[in-house]
């Protein structure tokens, strides 16, 4: 039915791999489709190689094309491909404009409101979060259903799919970077070293769990031979650092820093030599999701239903307090409750589920078999 079809989404990491599984569900209803992907040129590694898809189109959202003469002229560049059907799989200003003014004949899925109207159907996103005014006071609605789910609905109601074929978060890397990333590997931990990999930053200041509790599980990991290596982006090197700093077993050879060192690709091949991951609710825990990486995931601010790490064999340990979720960036609390729905994670439970998953698993990622359909992950209320 459709033969050019273009999906966009220029949000953030986590938001990029979550569509995934909905590219793999056009795939198999539109076998013969020119099938795109239009994304942030910053988060190219993640989508580029991605098999579902015939074109990887890329926008310096930050860069050259946020100057409005060349965003203007990026439009036309869309124009110009003639897309018949044009899915837009985050509701904010740019990718709502470029959807709208794409020319398609058929334009679906989230928009804002002025662009809404060039739409030939809007969707609503029961995954995001809403707000609802009651007088002077503002309720904080949490989403009600995981991501993926909700792009299926967009496929669904405004596609007209019936099949879907879900194959969870799903993300390929090339030879060159297998090669490098098991070389690093293998430079910086001795032969047979089981290695739990550590990303402690996240967008949010109230989706970190404390710095000084990281550094008490390191220290206890690294203790009992296990290596410990901790990854991130330039922007988390500062929290790293001050995390090292708290720990014990800073200078032992078991533990290495890579943070700010790797690009996307080399994170996603470093980690599938890793055999758990102790993360916070951010873009590189949907990586190790795609990678098929155990992982150990603590939600404070962050709202459950909507992005649970996407796989059965992770556990997300969530706060205990009645303000969770608030979704706020910033906690308004001060004092000893500020961040308390983070404090009051304690590490004896966060240990309490890697052993459980060590002793499950227990290998490198990349040896565990993947199992298809099995997605919701297991929630731990403290």
Sequence with gaps: MYKKILVINLMHLGDLMLVTPALRTLRKNFPTAHIALLADKK?????????????????????????????????????????????NLHRNERASALAAFSGAEKIVGYSKPIFSNFFTKVMDNPSIAHHIKHGLKTEYVPGSQHQVKSHFDVLREAVGITEFDDGGLEMWIDDATKINAAKIFNENFPPNTKVIAFNIGASW??????????????????????????????????????????????????????????????????????????????????????????????????????????????????????????????????????????????????????????????????????????????????
């Design 205 to 382: 200041q109230t989706k970190r769990w404390l710095d000084e509790y990281f550094a008490i599980c390191a220290d206890k990991l690294i203790r009992r031979g296990y290596g410990v290596a901790f990854l991130g982006g330039s922007m988390d090197v500062e929290i790293v650092n001050a995390c090292v700093e708290k720990m014990r077993e800073k200078n032992n050879p078991l533990l290495k820093i890579f943070t700010g060192k790797f690009t996307l690709a080399m994170v996603a091949g470093f980690l599938d030599k890793c055999v758990l991951f102790l993360t916070t609710d951010s873009g590189p825990m949907h990586i190790g999701v795609a990678r098929n990486i155990p992982i150990v995931t603590m939600f404070g601010a962050s709202p459950v239903p909507g992005f649970y790490p996407y796989d059965a064999k992770d556990i997300l340990i969530k706060s205990p307090l009645p303000c969770h979720p608030c979704g706020q960036h910033t906690c308004p609390k001060s004092g000893a409750d500020n961040l308390a729905c983070m404090k009051k994670i304690p590490v004896e439970t966060v240990m309490k589920y890697v052993d459980e998953l060590l002793n499950n698993y227990g290998q490198p990622a990349e040896k565990i078999p993947r199992i298809y359909g099995t997605y919701q992950c297991r929630v731990v209320d403290v």
């Design 43 to 87: 988060l190219a590694d993640l989508v580029q190689l991605n098999k579902h898809i015939d074109e990887c189109i890329l926008i310096d959202k930050k860069g050259a094309d946020d100057k409005l003469v060349n965003f203007v002229k990026f439009i036309f560049k869309i124009r110009a491909k003639k897309f018949d059907l044009v899915i």
